[in-house]
């Protein structure tokens, strides 16, 4: 797909289900996608008073936890082209009264902050919605300092027999269902189905942020492949 036309797809496709967006997310991952957010943040350890940027922020529960882990020391800004989306993320830290985020409209393939700018950039669920993988990668990689950590969560391709059958099944007949059910959206998880379907495999993946410049390329799977972990050092 062109990229300008994949951004404008990605665009509209949140820009119209943003409302139902995080009980969507619990149905489709059957709540798992918190376990493994709270996996991976136990493996980044964040360290009290750290500077952290999460990029795709969507409705901003990444970026809350990213706040409670650095502190009122610290900062974070959650990035995101969605302004529906953002707005569910700033309604989110007025009602719990958080004072250490903030949320910033802006384009994860151009971020707007100088080079080594913060300790810990993350990405969750949003690197398959952009259209070039690699330049993200380069943007995460410029903007985090010299030993910060930039850790992708993302969805990935089982490589297990029958499983990896069921999987693709149950994104591309299954869930598009549960979005006409749950979120009038039938359209719109079609869309969410193409960009899984397409996005690379962990092994790719990994030779992407290694060939970004990181190193100390960790990997950890979840629930069989479905899900998977990227982590880089700079």
């Known amino acids: 797909m062109d990229p300008q036309t994949k951004s404008e797809k990605v665009h509209s496709v949140f820009e119209k289900i943003y409302s139902r967006y995080d009980k969507m997310n619990s149905i489709i991952s059957f709540q798992r996608h918190k376990a493994w957010r709270k996996d991976v943040m136990k493996r980044?350890?964040?360290e009290q008073g750290s500077d952290c940027l999460d990029v795709c922020c969507g409705?901003?529960?990444w970026t809350i936890a990213l706040s409670?882990?650095?502190g009122q020391d610290g900062h974070v800004v959650g990035l995101d082209f969605s302004q529906n989306m953002l707005s569910v993320g700033k309604k989110k830290i007025a009602d719990q009264k958080i004072e250490n985020i903030t949320f910033t409209h802006g384009d994860a393939m151009n971020l707007p902050y100088a080079d080594n700018s913060f300790d810990y950039v993350t990405i969750g669920f949003g690197l398959r919605n952009v259209p070039d993988y690699d330049r993200v990668l380069q943007e995460m990689y410029r903007v985090v300092k010299p030993g910060g950590k930039v850790v992708c969560l993302e969805t990935s391709q089982p490589t297990l027999p029958v499983y990896k059958q069921l999987y693709?099944?149950?994104?591309r007949h299954i869930m598009p269902l549960f979005?006409?059910?749950f979120a009038k959206s039938y359209d719109e998880y079609?869309?969410?189905n193409e960009s899984t379907k397409n996005f690379p495999d962990k092994a790719t993946?990994?030779?992407?942020f290694l060939k970004a410049g990181f190193k100390k390329v960790q990997v950890k799977s979840y629930a069989l492949g479905a899900a998977a972990m990227h982590k880089g050092t700079k």
């Open 205 to 208: 993946l990994k030779k992407m």
């Open 179 to 181: 979005g006409k059910l």
């Open 44 to 46: 980044m350890a964040v």
């Open 190 to 192: 079609v869309w969410l």
């Open 68 to 70: 409670e882990a650095t």
């Open 59 to 61: 409705t901003g529960d």
């Open 168 to 171: 693709f099944f149950y994104f």
